[in-house]
């Protein structure tokens, strides 16, 4: 990869990351903090457990590309 490639994929990555958590938190907002606890099925994930995994995938995903795994 030469650096225009690079920092092509930077500035692509950047932009998706940057209009992917403005998604995340618009679906953070979403869970009334009196609805965090509801569950559709007694074998589902709450709502606050099914948004806050939202978010963390976005962070997981940027650690693997900083620790390279």
Do not use: C
């Not at 940057?18 to 509801?38: C, M």
């Amino acid at each position: 990869m030469n650096p225009e490639q690079a920092k092509f994929l930077t500035e692509y990555f950047a932009t998706m990351l940057e209009n992917e958590s403005k998604t995340t938190a618009k679906v953070i907002a979403a869970v009334p903090d009196d609805k965090r606890d509801y569950k559709p099925d007694d074998k589902s994930r709450t709502a606050w457990d099914l948004a806050t995994h939202l978010a963390l995938g976005d962070v997981w995903f940027l650690d693997s590309i900083v620790n390279g795994a």
